[in-house]
């Protein structure tokens, strides 16, 4: 199992350091990217995950659906464009698009629309 699979295996599979917690995915993600950044590569971070951790770790704040800054949630419901919910960062090179805890909800509404075709 890689670190950056993507499955959710609490307590198992990992060094059990801290069984509740995940293996560094966030962690590389946001450090990798603002790296990256700081090497003056353009980079746009894209939180997908409800718990927004990415998103508070560069220091936003998790945006509810139908906020007005507006999420990557808005974005998969096609109501808004990636351009549209991107912030800038304390880095210049480094962009984020938000998530916020109602992508919890968009993943089953996503599921009912596409497999309604
Ligand atoms: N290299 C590291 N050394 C020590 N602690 C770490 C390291 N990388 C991450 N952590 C800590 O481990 C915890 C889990 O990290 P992180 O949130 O990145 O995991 P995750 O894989 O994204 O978890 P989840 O599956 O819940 O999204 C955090 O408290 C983080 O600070
Ligand atoms: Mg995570």
Known sequence: MSP????????????GRE????????TTAVNLSA???VAEKRVLLVDMDPQGNA???LGHTRQAAGAKQGSVYDVLIGEKSVAEVTRATELPFLKLVPSGQDLAGAEIEL????GAR
């Open 111 to 114: 599921v009912s629309e596409f």
């Open 55 to 57: 998103t508070s770790g």
């Open 4 to 15: 950056l699979d993507g499955s959710q295996h609490h307590g198992q599979g990992h060094s």
């Open 19 to 26: 069984p509740e917690r995940g293996v560094g995915k966030t």
């Open 35 to 37: 790296s990256l950044a």
